[in-house]
C-alpha cells in the first residue's frame, strides 16, 4: 500500500522559510501523474497550494505565486515545498497528494505550518 509521509512543518516568524518535503514509500512517484500540495484550515475547504506533473509543470494558487516553489526528486522518490516569505494567513495543516492515471489519489497525514505576525 502506497503511503505518503509530509513532513517540514513548523513555527516560523512573518517572512520567513519553510520546506515540506513529501516521501513516498512503497511506491515510485514515477507512478502518479501529478504530485501536489494543499492546505486546509479550520472550518474551510481545504485548497489546492502548489502541483508538479511528471513532466515537471507546475502551477500554483494565485495566493502563494512568486513566494512557494513545488519541486520533485524522482531518484528520491521525494515532492519538495520551498516556503518564502511566509504570513500569517499561510497557516494551516499542508498535506501531500499524489494522482495515479487512473484519478485515484493517495494523502499525506498532513503537517502544520504555524506563521506568527
Known amino acids: 500500500q502506497v503511503q505518503l509521509v509530509d513532513t517540514g512543518g513548523g513555527l516560523v516568524q512573518a517572512g520567513g522559510s519553510l520546506r515540506l518535503s513529501c516521501a513516498v514509500f512503497?511506491?515510485?512517484?514515477?507512478?502518479?501523474?501529478?504530485m501536489s500540495w494543499y492546505r486546509q484550515v479550520p472550518g474551510k475547504q481545504r485548497e489546492l497550494v502548489a502541483a508538479?506533473?511528471?513532466?515537471?509543470?507546475?502551477n500554483y494558487a494565485e495566493s502563494v505565486q512568486g513566494r512557494f516553489t513545488i519541486s520533485r526528486d524522482n531518484a528520491k522518490d521525494t515532492v519538495y515545498l520551498q516556503m518564502n516569505s511566509l504570513k500569517p494567513e499561510d497557516t494551516a495543516v499542508y498535506y501531500c497528494?499524489?494522482?495515479?492515471?487512473?484519478?485515484?489519489?493517495?494523502w499525506g497525514k498532513g503537517t502544520l505550518v504555524t506563521v506568527s505576525s
Open positions: 497528494n499524489a494522482r495515479e492515471r487512473s484519478l485515484r489519489m493517495y
Open positions: 512503497s511506491g515510485s512517484i514515477l507512478s502518479f501523474n501529478v
Open positions: 508538479i506533473t511528471i513532466f515537471g509543470n507546475t
